[in-house]
């Protein structure tokens, strides 16, 4: 697969040259493939936002370069000449609707590409169309956003930067906060844009369950530095390494792991609870055949 986005050898201090400097990223180096649906994972304060920051170059490195498609950002790029490049990178911050202004649920939407220059007939066009993508009523389109659920508040800001067509979509947390079943439509969201969109996803995540549901690679962040990368799979299967990067287990992998401490020859760890369910039937098979 193509390299979407690369770092290479990226540092990013905050408040540098001042008592308080701060190195959230210390020299990082790693790829992102075109297409994939990377999970990035690490405890509080590891650089994990300050890292997808970079893509759409809201952050700049202190040293180091990151190549985004044909962009290169370095130490001394600036805002000049960057929205364009920021159309094809859309980045769903936490609690993206604390961010929506607009009276009515369309106008919001339709903010980003009006931004752009798009005529307000074009924008309009993007902004149902992203109401689709998103799945939100278009008798909704006239509403405040104000007066929406939490749920939906959030997919308007979802559909915002949709409306913008991005190739990438960083989405940093994008599940905090909601209920099960919220969870679950911005999950299955993010899988669809992936899946039939051909979207590039970065999910920023303390979720694990998300990770060996939807992504299918994994960076794993420590206090400033990506510790390793590799499938969900590689990534659990070794839990005393997880537990030690301050992170947990998948649920599935976790009661596995219970039972293997308990004596129970569970075979390699499932990660999913479909893997457990089939696991936990084979084992049981193997017992009613031992016994016949
Ligand atoms: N604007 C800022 N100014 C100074 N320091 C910052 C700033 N933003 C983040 N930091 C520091 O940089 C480090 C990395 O923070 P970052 O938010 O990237 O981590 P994170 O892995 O995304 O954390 P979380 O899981 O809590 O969102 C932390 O030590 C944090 O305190």
Redesign the pocket.
């Known amino acids: 697969m193509d390299q979407a986005i690369s770092f290479d050898h990226v540092t990013h201090t905050?408040?540098a040259k001042t008592p308080?400097a701060?190195d959230?990223?210390n020299d990082v180096s790693v790829t992102i493939a075109e297409n994939s649906f990377t999970a990035i994972i690490?405890?509080?304060?590891?650089?994990?936002?300050?890292?997808v920051?970079h893509i759409n170059a809201l952050l700049k490195p202190t040293q180091g370069t990151i190549k985004v498609h044909d962009k290169l950002i370095t130490p001394t790029t600036t805002n000049k000449n960057l929205k364009e490049f920021r159309r094809h990178v859309g980045m769903v911050f936490?609690f993206p609707e604390k961010q929506l202004f607009e009276e009515t649920v369309i106008k919001d939407i339709m903010f980003g590409p009006k931004n752009y220059g798009v005529s307000e007939a074009d924008a309009k066009h993007a902004a149902v169309d992203a109401m689709n993508l998103v799945g939100l009523d278009q008798s909704l389109a006239e509403k405040s956003p104000f007066d929406l659920s939490g749920g939906q508040m959030r997919r308007v800001a979802i559909a915002g930067v949709l409306a913008m067509r991005p190739e990438i979509l960083i989405l940093?947390?994008p599940t905090a906060g909601l209920d099960p079943q919220g969870h679950k439509e911005m999950m299955t969201l993010a899988q669809r844009l992936h899946d039939h969109d051909q979207m590039t996803i970065i999910l920023?995540t303390?979720q694990m369950d998300d990770v060996v549901n939807y992504a299918s690679q994994v960076i794993v962040?420590d206090r400033?530095k990506i510790v390793k990368t590799g499938s969900p799979a590689q990534i659990f299967a070794d839990p005393e390494w997880v537990y030690e990067r301050q992170l947990n287990l998948p649920s599935s992998t976790e009661f596995a792991q219970r039972l293997i401490d308990a004596g129970i020859p569970m075979g390699k760890l499932p990660l999913t609870v479909n893997q457990l369910a089939d696991r936990i039937a084979e084992l049981v098979a193997k017992g009613d055949s031992m016994n016949e």
């Open positions: 905050y408040q308080y701060q959230a990223l690490g405890h509080t304060g590891s650089g994990k936002s300050t890292l920051q936490q940093d947390e920023v303390h962040m400033g």
